[in-house]
């Protein structure tokens, strides 16, 4: 079955890390970008940037510094991995392929809360 499933999630406290797994199946991802998204409750749906095929990860000019994206092709998988967490990053965090005509995940919550 080809699919995008986002794990990690979970609540950190404001200055907290957090990482977060976006695991594909059915296609080898290396082939491919994977974006990674972000949706809080009552706002647009929100890119936090992706990497390309060859590894290269480019970043929303708001995510630059705290958030870094990599990926592992033995495992299929991108991480991005979060510092510096802040109440105003708790969101829905997605990730999409352009495998096909588009492959989205189910998302997986992150709350910054103290």
């Known amino acids: 079955q080809v699919q995008l499933v986002e794990s990690g999630g979970g609540l950190v406290q404001p200055g907290g890390s957090l990482r977060l797994s976006c695991a594909a199946s059915g296609f080898t991802f290396e082939n491919y970008y994977i974006d990674w998204y972000r949706q809080a409750p009552g706002k647009q749906r929100e890119w936090v940037g992706y990497?390309?095929?060859?590894?290269?990860?480019v970043y929303a000019d708001s995510m630059k510094g705290r958030f870094t994206i990599s990926g592992d092709n033995t495992k299929n998988t991108v991480f991005l991995q979060m510092s510096s967490l802040e109440p105003e990053d708790t969101a829905v965090y997605l990730c999409?392929?352009?495998?096909?005509?588009?492959?989205w995940g189910q998302g997986t919550q992150v709350t910054v809360s103290s």
């Open positions: 990497i390309s095929s060859n590894g290269r990860a």
């Open positions: 999409h392929s352009n495998y096909g005509s588009g492959l």
